[in-house]
C-alpha cells in the first residue's frame, strides 16, 4: 500500500492506485477524508461533481469537489496524494467538453435567480422586541374585554331566570266570577 524507494518509505498513500483513478472534471466522486476528533478518527464522506483537476499526477496534483448542501454551494479542493484521504470513489462519469467547469458556479446562481422571478412574492418581517410586547398587550386587552363581556351576558340571563314570574290577575272580593 505504501509507495516505497529501496526500502524507504516516501508516502503513506498507493501513488500508482490513486494515478490510476483517471479523475477528470464533470465525474462524480465520494471522498472518504478521515477526521480526528478528540483523539478519535473518523470518516466523512463529501460528494460531488469534480470542477477541476491540476497540476497533472505530479506529487502536488489536487482536484476541486463541489456539492450543493442545505442550498448552499460548497467545494473543497483536496490533495490527489494526501494520506487523510481514505479513499476516494468514482460514483458517475460524465462527458464534458472543458477542463475547468467552474461556469457551474454561475450556472446555479442564474437557475435560482430564474426560479426566484416565478416565485409569488410573500411578505416577511421580523418585529422588534416593543412590537412584540404592544401587540401582547393589545391581544390581552382584547382578551379582558371579552371576558368581561361574556361574564356580563352570563349575569344579565341569571337575573332573567331569577326574575319572578308575572301573576294572573285575581278577582277582587267585590267583583264576582262569572
Known amino acids: 500500500m505504501n ?21 477528470r472534471a464533470g465525474d462524480t466522486v465520494r471522498v472518504h477524508q478521515k477526521i480526528e476528533e478528540k483523539g478519535k478518527t473518523r470518516l466523512q464522506i463529501f460528494e460531488g461533481v469534480v470542477l ?5 499526477d505530479e506529487p502536488g496534483a489536487t482536484f476541486t469537489v463541489r456539492k450543493v448542501a442545505s442550498g448552499v454551494g460548497v467545494e ?7 494520506p487523510l484521504i481514505d479513499k476516494i470513489e468514482i460514483v458517475k462519469r460524465s462527458k464534458v467538453r472543458r477542463a475547468k467547469l ?3 458556479r ?15 412574492i410573500v411578505a416577511f418581517g421580523t418585529e422588534s422586541e416593543m412590537e412584540a ?9 382584547a382578551a379582558e374585554e371579552a371576558a368581561k363581556k361574556a361574564e356580563e351576558e352570563a349575569l344579565k340571563e341569571v337575573v332573567v331566570e331569577e326574575a319572578p314570574a308575572e301573576e294572573t290577575p285575581v278577582a277582587e272580593e267585590g267583583e264576582k266570577k262569572e
Open 102 to 104: 467552474y461556469f457551474i
Open 52 to 56: 477541476a483537476r491540476k497540476h497533472g
Open 106 to 120: 454561475d450556472k446555479v446562481a442564474r437557475e435560482i435567480k430564474r426560479q426566484m422571478r416565478r416565485m409569488t
Open 76 to 82: 473543497k479542493i483536496y490533495p490527489l496524494y494526501s
Open 133 to 141: 410586547s404592544a401587540r401582547a398587550e393589545q391581544e390581552a386587552k
Open 3 to 23: 509507495s516505497t524507494l529501496a526500502g524507504i518509505s516516501i508516502s503513506p498513500v498507493n501513488m500508482t492506485d490513486r494515478k490510476a483513478l483517471g479523475i
